[in-house]
């Protein structure tokens, strides 16, 4: 199997396991309130949103032959599309939808560790 094909592939699992993480954590706030579950589900989305975006970016870019460079550019580009996603989506959680701090805060720093841990986890079992 070819290094992208591995790649896509790892990259589709973390994005999996991350979904899944905070779909279950949001779960568990809601039976504590309904507004906690809510806004666990918006924290893990917050994290797994942009990561989503930016593995579109790189399958498609992946595709083409880039020119000598521009595959860093093109990395560093979509990491700050990202990071300004996150923090869109953050701010339109707390600020407009009016989630609850915690459960929002505690989702997004689990899916972040997933998104760390998965890729060791994975590769260590194959």
Known sequence: MSVSLYSVKLARTVLLIQLVTFVIIGALFALKDVTWGASA???????WLPN?????LAWRL??????KG??????ALGEVLKVFATIIFLIVALGV????FWPLGLTWLSVL???IVAPAVINNKG
Request: proline content about 3%.
């Open 52 to 56: 989503v975006m930016f593995m579109f």
């Open 97 to 100: 939808l009016g989630a609850v």
């Open 70 to 75: 521009r595959v860093a550019w093109s990395f």
């Open 113 to 115: 560790v997933v998104q």
């Open 62 to 67: 992946q595709a083409q032959t880039p020119a």
């Open 41 to 47: 589900l918006a924290g893990g989305a917050a994290a």
